[in-house]
């Protein structure tokens, strides 16, 4: 049953896709000394509160607000409890409480997230959050926009490309902002109601329109990478410099959108294929000046998101799980109570030498569990029955090479151990 609202269910059909999905992010971060932080679901609604408007203007500061998830007491009075939007706030505060001068700190977490999408409906996402902190180089932008490439090749995802901008820094920025806003009203009667309202709020924003007038205006209009500074110019070249070294595929879009009063400096999109159109399936920038609001600190940083659920789509589409090594698996069933206990006998054996079993749950005639055993993709399959055990012996069979024989029950071991190793599943 599909629900309303944006539920996950994870069940043992996909779980194992995702079981490989998160050892290999978890692996590549490892690699890059990234460790791994995890959150708390419930958060503090003041201190997510004030973390996501701190650097908001006015009317996207209502926005995010109220996309927060809030749990609400039974009299419908909003409790001092959120369910986690996102991740930054709790990782920056998390720092400023153990960063020393000069300190770098790689940390990244993984899981659920929780916001009310369109129609205000509750939201369950998942999401990968990587950030560095404590460094305002270059370098630490380059690594962290090598670092989200190198996840989604690493995962077989060959097409991912970026999207790069740089938002200036405070001295380089204002002198933009203005010039785009008295351009924005010497053009307001050309230009649509909604493109000058998105744009004189985000001078940044990508707007979307389709209006040819309005593409044009917008485009002859000031960009900001005319207004970088030296230092900001220097950096993003180098940024370019980098990833086209890298052979990582990139474009520079003036008017890649996001929360300009948040970020600072480089800003950049993660890119893939999907339906014949490319699809951003994360991004991330520098934002040196979140962490003096919240946490009275000032820690240079740089991240990046990743929206799991898209990425792990698109490579299910794209038939990018295979499956693990299966594990050699023998199928145990008794014909009668009595022989009960033995069977748990001789599953505990073969667990000890690390084989999986699957136990028959009721009686069932030899075929009956032979076929089911084959269902379970069992290699073998051992009947016990009181007659032969009388006799100090059991069935074996073996479903792959279709043969059986009694063997003697104290050497049912190694019988087994000589059937794996025929079937070269060691
Ligand atoms: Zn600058
Ligand atoms: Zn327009």
């Known amino acids: 049953m599909k629900s309303s609202v944006g539920i996950h269910q ?11 999905l998160e050892q290999k992010i978890a692996h590549i971060l490892s690699l890059h000394d990234y460790q791994e932080i995890r959150l708390s679901v419930l958060q503090d609604y003041r201190v997510i509160h004030h973390g996501i408007t701190a650097l908001m203007l006015e009317e996207e500061a209502e926005l995010a607000t109220n996309a927060i998830i809030n749990l609400s007491k039974p009299n419908g009075d909003l409790s001092l409890l959120t369910l986690r939007p996102e991740g930054t706030i709790s990782v920056l505060h998390h720092t400023a409480s153990i960063i020393k001068d000069h300190e770098v700190h790689r940390f990244y977490y993984l899981g659920p997230m929780f916001r009310k999408e369109g129609h205000n409906n509750p939201s369950e996402f ?38 790069l901008n740089s938002f200036g820094c405070t001295a380089c920025r204002p002198p933009f902002i203005s010039d785009m806003k008295d351009y924005l009203k010497k053009n307001e009667n050309r230009i649509c109601a909604n493109c000058f309202t998105t744009l004189y709020t985000n001078p940044f924003a990508n707007t979307k329109c389709k209006d040819p007038q309005c593409k044009e205006i917008i485009s002859n209009g000031p960009k900001i990478l005319d207004y970088l500074c030296p230092r900001c110019k220097r950096n993003f070249d180098k940024v370019k410099k980098v990833q086209a070294n890298l052979a990582h595929q990139y474009k520079v879009l003036p008017n890649l959108f996001k929360n300009f009063a948040y970020y600072n400096e480089t800003v950049f999109d993660l890119v893939l294929n999907s339906n014949g159109a490319g699809v951003v399936v994360g991004g991330g920038g520098r934002y040196d000046y979140l962490s003096q609001m919240i946490t009275g600190k000032n820690i240079p940083a740089v991240g990046f998101y990743l929206n799991i659920d898209s990425i792990f789509e698109i490579m299910d589409k794209r038939g990018l ?13 008794s014909q009668s109570e009595d022989l009960e206990m033995m069977m748990l006998q001789i599953a505990q054996e073969l667990h000890a030498n690390d084989i999986k079993t699957v136990l028959s749950a009721d009686k069932h ?9 084959k269902k379970s993709e069992c290699e073998l399959m051992i009947v016990i029955r009181d007659e032969n055990v009388r006799e100090g012996k059991i069935l074996l069979r073996n479903l792959i090479k279709e043969i059986q024989d009694y063997v003697a029950l104290n050497s049912i071991m190694d019988e087994i151990l000589l059937a794996r190793k025929s079937l070269n599943r060691e």
């Open 10 to 20: 994870f069940m043992p059909d996909k779980v194992w896709k995702w079981k490989i």
């Open 126 to 163: 998942h999401q990968l959050g990587v950030e560095l902190l404590g460094s305002d180089s270059v370098m630490s932008e380059n690594e962290v926009i090598s670092l989200g490439m190198k996840i989604l090749q690493g995962l077989g995802l060959r097409d991912a490309r970026l999207l």
């Open 321 to 333: 799980f295979t499956s693990l090594d299966k594990a050699f698996s023998v199928y145990i069933s």
């Open 365 to 373: 005639s030899i075929e009956e569990d032979a076929n089911l055993a």
